[in-house]
């Protein structure tokens, strides 16, 4: 069973930065893309990055390109999302996702899903 854990969320300043991570236990983490996605109340959920199996590509929105930066860590099983540059609006869940494939971007093409970590940015 394959299980996907967030940490990092919390409440921040706007302009500050969060750097989340996400563990992936009960399957081989290596071979997968991962991505990470966040959904705001009221909103559908939204894709914020993607990288590799072998983290040498990786994928952004355009709504957040320059203020966040995704990696990870395979032989540690974990992924990260640094964001800089914290605004109001960037409040909302997010969630750490693993895919079945090398390559990934879309939320279809991701098999497995975190609970999400909530993080809340004030002014």
């Known amino acids: 069973q394959v299980q996907l854990e967030e940490f990092g969320g919390g409440l921040v300043q706007a302009g500050g930065s969060l750097r989340l991570s996400c563990v992936s236990s009960?399957?081989?983490?290596?071979?997968?893309?991962m991505g990470w996605f966040r959904q705001a109340p009221g909103k559908e959920r939204e894709f914020i990055a993607a990288?590799?199996?072998?983290?040498?590509?990786?994928y952004y929105t355009e709504t957040m390109k320059g203020r966040v930066t995704i990696s990870r860590d395979n032989p540690r099983n974990t992924v990260y999302l640094q964001i800089d540059g914290l605004k109001p609006e960037d409040t909302a869940v997010y969630s750490c996702a693993q895919s079945q494939f090398f390559t990934a971007t879309r939320a279809a093409d991701f098999h497995f899903w975190g609970r999400g970590t909530q993080v809340t940015i004030s002014t």
């Open positions: 009960g399957r081989a983490f290596n071979t997968d893309a």
């Open positions: 990288i590799t199996w072998r983290g040498d590509s990786t």
